[in-house]
């Protein structure tokens, strides 16, 4: 059963009524352009097929319900709480998804109270994007329960102020924009500075190639200091070249040497994320690869956010054939992707396999990344 179908039967099975509806959002992988959202620069995602959906219904006391599905069956209720007491700090856990949401909504005027049932197939912990799906999927639910609509770049921006303020992640905007805006077989071209958008026709398997997604299954977390640490590094070096951003950035020699590699990874992608949009527009997917692995040669000495379960993946699938690979997300574990001849798609797979298993890592999760639809209402 699809997410949405399941949420609605959970739905059924918790309250004894239909939801009023149900939306879904998907997570997603960022072919390039990593850790340059926050950077003011340029990221390239499609969204997975693989989605978090809300089955959901209003309440007139304005409180707010949330039930989530494991992957096991089990439901983990949240603490039940009116909308109008929600305060950042006052919720963790992945309660504290939903509820940013309702608080950065209750900002905008919308707060009327609901019940919300959620269930997904996005891997959690795993670089995809789980959280960011959920909380556009809640978004969008609570959204229409009150018959309102919000252009979607600019829910992106209340759900990334959900993540940053409520949830204490200080995420960029790649990830919602990406749930919220990526349409079905393109990659969506993004100016985050800008605004801008381009969605860029992408179906490697009408080239004879596929996205291989392996998730190393090395939980990470974006809440964790690491990930603020290079941002504030990125925002420090900006300062001392006298630019807004290292988006501006042209001759970063001068920087010290603990900012000098950060800048450099940020120069160098967003040229990679330039170089990989022209042949995509060009129709030329097989010529990206190269892109790709430099991108994870430079996160992982440059940026130094890749781990060893990261590299061994990228190294053993371009080791097999495949034409480029590269951590995803943000890294420090998660998922890695590799552009492969559909010939080898067995190959790539087997030969990541043994590489972990050569090295006693825990066997990686791998499947297609298929260029999907991104969020809408299902029911
Ligand atoms: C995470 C964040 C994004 C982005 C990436 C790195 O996924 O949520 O905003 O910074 O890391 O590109």
Known sequence: MSPAGQAAAEFRRLHDRAPAG????????NLIGEHTDYNDGFVLPFALPHRIAVAASPRSDGVLTAVTIGADGLAQHATPTPIADLEPGLIGGWAAFPSGV?????????????????????PTGAGLSSSHALQCAVALALLGLADVTVPLPELARW????????????????????????????????????????????????????????????KHSLADSAYGDRRKGCERAAELLGVPSLRDAVDIDGLPDNLLP??????????????????????????????????????????????????????????????????????????????????????????????????????????????????????
């Open 262 to 379: 950060l800048a450099r990874h940020v120069v160098t992608e967003n040229a990679r994320v330039l170089r990989t949009v022209e042949f995509l527009r060009a129709d030329k997917p097989h010529l990206v690869g190269d892109a790709l692995t430099q991108s994870h040669v430079s996160l992982r000495d440059d940026y130094q956010v890749s781990c060893p379960e990261l590299d061994v993946a990228v190294e053993a699938a371009v080791g097999a054939g495949a034409l480029g690979a590269r951590m995803t997300g943000g890294g420090f574990g998660g998922t890695a992707i590799a552009l492969v001849p559909t010939e080898l798609d067995k190959t790539v797979r087997a030969a990541v396999a043994s590489a972990f298993a050569e090295r006693s890592f825990t066997a990686p999760r791998m499947f297609a990344a298929v260029p999907s639809p991104g969020a809408g209402r299902d029911y």
């Open 102 to 122: 309702a608080w950065v909504l209750r900002g905008h005027g919308i707060d009327g109270g609901a019940d919300l049932v959620i269930t997904g197939d996005v």
């Open 22 to 29: 149900v939306w879904s959002a998907p997570g997603r992988v």
């Open 159 to 218: 759900v990334q102020r959900s993540e940053n303020d409520f949830v204490g992640a200080p995420t960029g905007l790649l990830d919602q924009t990406a749930s919220l805006c990526c349409v079905d077989s393109h990659v969506l071209f993004l100016d985050v500075r800008s605004g801008e958008q381009e969605q860029i026709p992408f179906a490697p398997a009408d080239h004879g190639l596929g996205v291989l997604a392996i998730d190393t299954r090395v």
